[in-house]
């Protein structure tokens, strides 16, 4: 299970990291040319999610990765072991 939430957790945080850093590119763009802020935001925003999606990706697969190994993120929380603690609270 923890690696199906570890996939998911990529992906999430990749579409996050890329619609922020075009969306970041998009404005400065837009704002730099308020005649095509529309053409000129996605034009930009485009061009720097192409160049910088290699280490998006290596990003993303580095936190969903070591936050899923170490249970930090939800849903990978390792739970301890349900027949364990029974037998200590019974023992």
Request: hydrophobic share 50%; aromatic share 8%; with cysteine.
């Amino acid at each position: 299970m923890k690696i199906v939430m570890g996939l998911v957790w990529f992906a999430v945080i990749y579409f996050f990291a890329c619609v922020i850093l075009g969306g970041i590119a998009g404005g400065i763009a837009g704002a730099n040319n308020p005649q095509n802020a529309a053409a000129a935001g996605a034009e930009a925003g485009a061009r720097i999610v192409g160049t910088y999606r290699p280490l998006i990706a290596l990003g993303a697969a580095v936190i969903a990765g070591a936050g899923s190994m170490f249970g930090i993120l939800p849903g990978t929380a390792t739970k301890p072991d349900a027949s364990n603690s029974d037998n200590e609270s019974n023992g």
